[in-house]
């Protein structure tokens, strides 16, 4: 089936420290997602990507959509305390089912 | 006003029960989606209706059946409950860009 193939699995980081996690696949999508989801909640859309290219930032979050379509990245400056939790990345091909990474847990060290 | 809301949040009942979730979204979207979140966080989808049609049904054992009433409702159903039902359920609602926003999850624990 369709897999994202999302790393790293796990980060442990100093605050104020920059991160950058990506989701690669061999299938081309043409929609890119990245979601974070704190304990106890739902996840929460942070970015979404719609181009080949495209840089999207929110915040001091920046999201790319990979040129050849089988990859994005997510990058997080100067991480924060509230920062930590898992990130994942999702993406839409043809059809309608959004397939999700296995998720990046972020901890930060204060 | 929760955009997408679930109920109930919590629900912890015996092998071989019967139990219902229930969600709606107030965002006037056409279709909703329900996943199930394992223990290692994993998100996978179960269903998804579209208008009050079921549009995808991703090999979900027959125990589980979805109902929408209406395009703003999509409740499951779980017949005979098992220890490995025991998960995280999370509705989700769709935007016509394909975004798909989620509630806050019922977590299911079955003894």
């Known amino acids: 089936g369709q897999q994202l193939n999302q790393s790293p699995q796990s980060m442990f980081i100093q605050e104020g420290e920059d991160v950058s996690m990506n989701c690669t696949s061999s299938?081309?999508?043409?929609?890119w997602l990245w979601y974070k989801q704190d304990p106890g909640e739902g996840p929460v859309l942070l970015i979404a990507?719609?181009?080949?290219?495209e840089l999207t930032s929110n915040g001091r979050l920046t999201a790319q959509f990979g040129i050849t379509r089988k990859d994005s990245f997510l990058n997080i400056s100067a991480s924060i305390p509230s920062d930590v939790g898992i990130y994942f990345c999702a993406g839409w091909r043809y059809g309608n089912k959004l397939v999700f990474g296995a998720g990046t847990i972020l901890r930060v060290k204060s | 006003d929760t955009a997408v809301s679930q109920t109930p949040k919590y629900l912890v009942t015996q092998m071989g029960n019967d139990k219902s979730i229930k969600c709606e979204q107030n965002l006037g979207h056409d279709t909703m989606y329900w996943y199930k979140q394992d223990s290692k966080k994993f998100l996978k989808i179960m269903f998804s209706y579209n208008n009050k049609e079921l549009i995808i049904n991703e090999t979900v054992p027959n125990r589980f059946s979805p109902k929408s009433p209406d395009k703003a409702h999509l409740n499951l159903h779980i017949n005979s409950l098992e220890l490995g039902d025991s998960a995280v359920y999370f509705c989700?609602?769709?935007?016509?860009?394909?975004?798909?926003?989620f509630g806050e999850g019922s977590r299911l624990t079955v003894l």
């Open positions: 299938s081309i999508f043409n929609t």
């Open positions: 990507l719609y181009k080949a290219g």
């Open positions: 989700a609602s769709l935007t016509n860009t394909g975004e798909l926003f």
